[in-house]
């Protein structure tokens, strides 16, 4: 269990180069995938909420209510995630022992997943979630391999720390599908369909 200040930061800076639109703003129940990722995020134990911005940054804050969030641009969005994550450091609260890390485009993300990472998986570098089909988001990363975090390039850049052995992986296990992010049209179809979480 964490003491003082807890961050989550949620990555939305992506291109959406394989949908071919902007996923972030595609309509989703009454708003956006976006925009309901962030619903569940400030329903969550924060008191920091950052989210990064990069291809769509314009359109996103035309269409996303973005109350009680912390916009933060990733300049070099277009080379993968790694630098959306290396942004939203340097504006994390000095007080946070850490971040909960989570996709933009996880409208299914539990509320329940997010405050239970919180209260049970703080006291390691790094824990996980360990779906039933599965390790996924969100992940608790400790401030301490931030220095590490901040030299990472490119995509899926914090699984190469999970799976380098260098850095202690706890799993939190979650008694639940992995909730389904969307990269594709039949990601956003399967995400329409599938009931609420």
Not at 119 to 136: L, N, P
């Amino acid at each position: 269990m964490t003491n003082g200040v807890v961050t989550g930061v949620v990555l939305a800076a992506g291109t959406s180069r394989r949908l071919g639109t902007a996923k972030q703003v595609l309509s989703y129940r009454n708003t956006t995938v976006l925009g309901a990722t962030l619903d569940v995020v400030r329903s969550c134990a924060f008191d920091q909420i950052i989210v990064t911005l990069g291809g769509a940054a314009a359109a996103v804050r035309q269409q996303v209510d973005l109350t009680g969030v912390e916009v933060v641009m990733a300049d070099d969005f277009d080379s993968g995630c790694a630098s959306s994550l290396r942004s939203a450091l340097s504006s994390v609260h000095p007080q946070a022992a850490g971040i909960v890390l989570m996709l933009g485009d996880q409208p299914g993300l539990s509320a329940a997943t997010v405050d239970r990472l919180i209260a049970e998986g703080t006291s390691t570098a790094i824990t996980v979630c360990r779906y039933h089909d599965g390790i996924g988001h969100p992940f608790w990363l400790s401030r301490s391999i931030f220095g590490e975090l901040a030299r990472l390039h490119g995509d899926k850049a914090v699984w190469k720390i999970i799976e380098s052995g260098r850095v202690p992986v706890s799993r939190l296990d979650i008694d639940a599908p992995m909730p389904l992010d969307v990269d594709t049209w039949d990601d956003y179809e399967r995400l329409r369909a599938a009931t609420s979480p």
